[in-house]
């Protein structure tokens, strides 16, 4: 396999970070484990852009903003998704000098017509996407929502365009959402399909609440600055017996794969024929 050379004149440092815990992700873990009680009527018409945090949600907020100020005071920008989860979380990080300018393409990723419902009423309106989203998670998209691909083809692309025309050299730090860092996942490390539903089915690359990727240009080891982001740390705050902590991973160094002609077919062989023609 071959490895891809891609030159950009991105940041140094870009700071992903996930919202706190909202009341929402509350509401659709209560639904997924049963309890339909919070899906009253005021409840699900709440527009998707208004969720406050919850305590935990703040907890997570301040914390992983002792984190980011541990790795750098003071930042170059400083990007935040409009949603009011994302407002709040920012603003509880405590970030020293922090100017944030708000931008839409960091927005949650459209969940549609099923943004609020139980899992039964989505199973019953719309039977054929729910069974796309099991067979099909990466381009499924919800009944006038965005897929994951979408969102990466679509935004976050812009996004990273936009990144090395303005920000070349700089650290940068967004607040944003967890299906929008997972289409950054998927676009900046240039995974291939099967590789993102790999780590779609993976807990080890799930992306909790308040959870910070952090990809940079900068050999951890001796400094040196590369010319594209090839390393990547994450740190996410915990709460446990001993109060709350911010667990920090070893940084991970990555490559953008491309493929000969050998590969592409082991791929292939990885899928039965459906028709013997």
């Known amino acids: 396999m071959m490895t891809l050379e891609v030159i950009m004149g991105m940041p140094i440092d870009l700071y992903a970070v996930r919202h706190g815990e909202s ?50 005071r003071v930042y170059d920008a400083y990007m935040v998704s409009p949603y009011i989860r994302c407002l709040e979380t920012a603003s ?30 989505f199973k019953t309106n719309y039977p054929r996407n729910w069974m796309f989203r099991k067979t099909d ?15 990466s ?32 996942m998927l676009t900046l490390e240039g995974l291939s399909d099967d590789d993102y539903l790999k780590r779609e089915h993976d807990d080890k ?13 900068r050999d951890p080891v001796s400094g040196k600055i590369n010319k594209r982001f090839c390393w990547e740390q994450r740190a996410m705050p915990i709460h446990n017996d001993n109060g709350w902590n911010v667990n920090v991973t070893e940084w991970r160094e990555f490559h953008r794969d491309a493929f000969n002609n050998g590969d592409l077919m082991e791929i292939v062989r990885e899928f039965d024929r459906k028709f013997e023609i």
């Open 23 to 72: 009341e929402q992700n509350t509401l659709i873990t209560a639904g997924l484990n049963g309890d339909t009680t919070l899906f009253t009527e005021d409840n699900v018409t709440v527009p998707d852009a208004a969720w406050r945090l919850t305590e935990d949600g703040r907890k997570q907020a301040y914390y992983i903003g002792r984190w980011l100020v541990q790795q750098q």
């Open 92 to 121: 509880l990080m405590g970030l020293p000098k922090a100017k944030w300018v708000q931008k839409r393409i960091l927005r949650e990723r459209s969940w549609g017509e099923i943004c609020t419902v139980t899992r039964d009423e």
């Open 137 to 151: 998670p990466l381009y499924w998209r919800p009944p006038a929502g965005e897929s994951i691909a979408d969102v």
């Open 153 to 184: 083809e679509n935004r976050v692309h812009n996004m990273l365009t936009s990144l090395d025309r303005n920000h070349d050299g700089e650290s940068i730090i967004m607040v944003t959402h967890g299906d929008f860092m997972y289409a950054l």
């Open 205 to 217: 690359w799930r992306i909790g609440n308040c959870t910070c990727i952090h990809y940079t240009r």
